[in-house]
């Protein structure tokens, strides 16, 4: 058996047997688990201070809050959204260069795993919340990537200036609007900025992959992308959710992305499937266009496969 098979079967056996004691661990000890001794958290492959937990279990250490809904998902099962991470790993290695917007980047997880999908990667991460950014930083450094995924503080909306963010006691819920889905715990003033003005200021001349994550305003940021999304035909992953507080209209998002000349297909445990119309039960959807193979080998300045 070659030598880094060996050792990728060991690793994984490793993070099974570890996750498995943490999820008997929390029958006894609930939550708890973080304030264990060193000894045992070393032995089930995290340290914690306060909610903050570095863990151990994947390819490099792994910063996340354990008390929010990610961070549970994390530490207990080892991953979150794995099968539509997957997917678009898949799809950002049908370019040579890939250029991704991790838009509501949180504290990394997309922006790292598809940055280490290929050496050539380039992501610009997007994280308004100060406490979060921070958080996400980190983990670009933990993972080596600094320079491959570069960090902003920043919201992104239909219109460049400053705005209200409502911070929530879970930081996957935090939004330039109170969804009242959690409680919210500050409301500082964040810089806002658009894709287009971005694209513009950054003078990319590429761009593959749009992953939207904004808490019910993703429509908001697609009128700020419309002259990225005319150039570039990037394909996109965005969260629609129209449940209380959140997008209002699902149908108008999804509508403008077909007005743009876009496929929609909602993703069901990661495979897409062709949309037909909107159901919260299924919120993570996949947008392509017919032309983006052709004008990312245009904008990379190479003949189009005919």
């Not at 890939?98 to 990394?108: Q, S, T, W």
């Not at 009128?223 to 969260?239: D, Q, V, Y």
């Not at 077909?258 to 990661?270: A, D, E, P």
Request: charged content about 25%; hydrophobic content about 35%.
């Amino acid at each position: 058996m070659p030598t880094w098979l060996a050792s990728d079967r060991t690793r994984k056996a490793v993070s099974y047997a570890r996750l498995k004691g943490r999820r008997r661990c929390k029958v006894w000890l609930n939550d708890r688990l973080l304030d264990v001794p060193a000894w045992l958290q070393n032995a089930l492959g995290y340290s914690a201070s306060g909610s903050m937990v570095v863990d151990d279990i994947g390819q490099f250490p792994f910063e996340y809050d354990y008390l929010s809904e990610i961070g549970s998902r994390l530490f207990f099962d080892g991953e979150f959204e794995e099968n539509e991470i997957r997917f678009f790993e898949n799809r950002i290695t049908q370019h040579p260069a890939p250029v991704i917007l991790d838009i509501g980047a949180n504290v990394g997880l997309h922006s790292v795993r598809w940055a280490m999908t290929s050496p050539r990667a380039k992501v610009y991460a997007f994280e308004p919340s100060y406490a979060t950014y921070q958080i996400l930083a980190r983990n670009i450094l933990r993972a080596g990537l600094q320079g491959r995924v570069e960090a902003f503080q920043q919201a992104v909306s239909d219109h460049v200036g400053v705005a209200q963010f409502y911070e929530c006691a879970d930081n996957a819920y935090s939004s330039l609007k109170d969804t009242g889905r959690k409680a919210v715990v500050g409301i500082p003033q964040v810089e806002l900025n658009t894709v287009d003005e971005f694209v513009k200021r950054q003078e990319l001349n590429r761009l593959s992959l749009i992953k939207i994550d904004v808490e019910g305003l993703g429509t908001e940021v697609i009128k700020g992308s419309l002259n990225t999304l005319r150039r570039f035909a990037p394909e996109l992953f965005a969260e629609i959710y129209g449940g209380v507080g959140s997008n209002a209209n699902p149908g108008e998002t999804i509508e403008l992305m077909h007005s743009l000349g876009y496929q929609s297909y909602v993703l069901v445990n990661g495979v897409p499937v062709a949309y037909q119309t909107h159901r919260d039960e299924y919120y993570n959807y996949y947008f392509t266009h017919p032309e983006s193979a052709r004008r990312q080998q245009l904008a990379q300045g190479t003949r189009p496969d005919k």
